[in-house]
């Protein structure tokens, strides 16, 4: 078993390049599957979601070659099965995404619930509904999903909520559809125009992404031999920018878009932080306790729940009390009774969480109940006085590129321990 340990408190300073978007990436592997040969993907990130990724279109039939660690030239020409292997597809979240490239591409698959991070009842309902308006039959039996259709034909798609995955998913098995097909109350995230930037270069015909109505023109062919490269990563960005907030620290993030960045930005600035923008790099500094401040999530451009623990350790640490509502996952405040081990004063009720500010946060064991909850544990360990230990390492290892090195190259004291 590995762990982190992290000893503060530190004050953290410097330069972090940011890696290329995971849940961009994660859609853009399956969406190769559209195409009957050969593209290269550059900017992915090293993470662990990636290499499953990458193992489970190898099991389809694709040949992958890794150019180095952050791209990959992936064949695509021959799919030899629809039976996408369960061990892998239920490791995480957007193994999904098969389902809508492979309808399109093989009209059937068959694939595992997928897995991830356990942030409350995480229902595909949304897809399923896309898929059948599209005339795909799909039954689910025994945690598996069985997806057939003759020919996929466009459909007007409303989405009864807003959905990331559902908006791609639902692009990804209209792109090669007989006719048009309109995703009503889209998702606007920047991964989704980046799906389709990416399907646009090799020959989609896709409209309005980042607008909530999205329109896909059937096309007959996707073409490949081209190279993309993957958005870079609106929250990795933004994790490093709450924690120079919360370390009163002074950081210069390289490759960012900063218009992704906006609802952080102005929250920071709420509780009392310093942002520069410069389009394609932001500083973010802090020099004195973070103010209060009420924090609501919601889709984009709204306040990202996958920053939502982040901002929970500046508030931890705030002079006066705040509130933090959830209103996209049931259980996204795990990460709080951890904080408390620190010495934080946090109440959780429901969707809905109370801090009361504490000066200063204490090294204490503590366990990463998901990705992002890791990732404030991270921020917390460097704010704390004394040593954190931090344990259940594969949460942060699917979505974060070597984070001990980033965080040890900004002065963070940080070391990856087996025991
Ligand atoms: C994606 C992100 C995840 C992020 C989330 C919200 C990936 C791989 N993961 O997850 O990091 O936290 O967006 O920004 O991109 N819902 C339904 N029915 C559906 C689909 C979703 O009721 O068919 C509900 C969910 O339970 C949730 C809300 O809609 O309450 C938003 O979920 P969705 O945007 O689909 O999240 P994911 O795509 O799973």
Known sequence: ?????????????????????????????????????????????????????????????????????????????????????????????????????????????????????????????????????????????????????????????????????????????????????????????????????????????????????????????LHG????????????????????VATRGDLLLKNCITKHLESITAKIVEVGGNVEDYGDSIRVWCNKRPNKANIKTLPYPGFPTDLQPQMGVVLSIANGSSIINESIWESRFQYTEELNKMGAKITAQGKTAFFEGVKKLYGAPVYSSDLRAGAALVIAGTVAEGTTEIYNLEHIDRGYENIEEKFRKIGAKIERVKE
């Open 1 to 221: 078993m590995e762990k982190l340990v992290v000893t503060g408190p530190t004050s953290l300073k410097g330069e972090v390049t940011i890696s290329g978007a995971k849940n961009a990436a994660v859609a853009i592997l399956p969406a190769t599957l559209l195409i009957d040969g050969i593209c290269t993907i550059e900017n992915l990130p090293n993470i662990s979601d990636i290499k499953i990724s990458c193992q489970i279109l190898e099991a389809l039939g694709a040949k992958i070659k890794w150019n180095n660690k952050n791209s990959i030239t992936i064949d695509t020409t021959n799919i030899t099965t629809t039976k996408a292997p369960l061990d892998l597809t239920s490791k995480f979240r957007a193994s999904y995404y098969i389902i809508g490239a492979m309808l399109s591409r093989m009209g059937e698959i068959e694939v595992g619930m997928p897995g991830g991070c356990k942030l409350g009842a995480r229902p595909i309902d949304q897809h399923i509904k896309g898929f059948e308006l599209q005339g795909a039959t799909v039954t689910v039996e025994k945690g598996t999903i069985y997806a057939k259709a003759k020919k996929l034909k466009g459909s007007p798609v409303y989405m009864d909520i807003v959905s990331v995955g559902a908006t791609i998913n639902v692009m990804l098995s209209a792109v090669l559809a007989e006719g048009t097909t309109i995703i009503d109350n889209a998702a606007k995230e920047p991964h989704v125009v980046d799906v389709a930037n990416f399907l646009n270069t090799m020959g989609a015909d896709i409209r309005g992404a980042g607008t909530d109505v999205i329109k896909i023109n059937g096309v007959k062919k």
């Open 225 to 244: 031999n081209a190279t993309y490269s993957v958005v870079p990563d609106q929250i990795e960005a933004g994790t490093f920018m709450l924690a120079a």
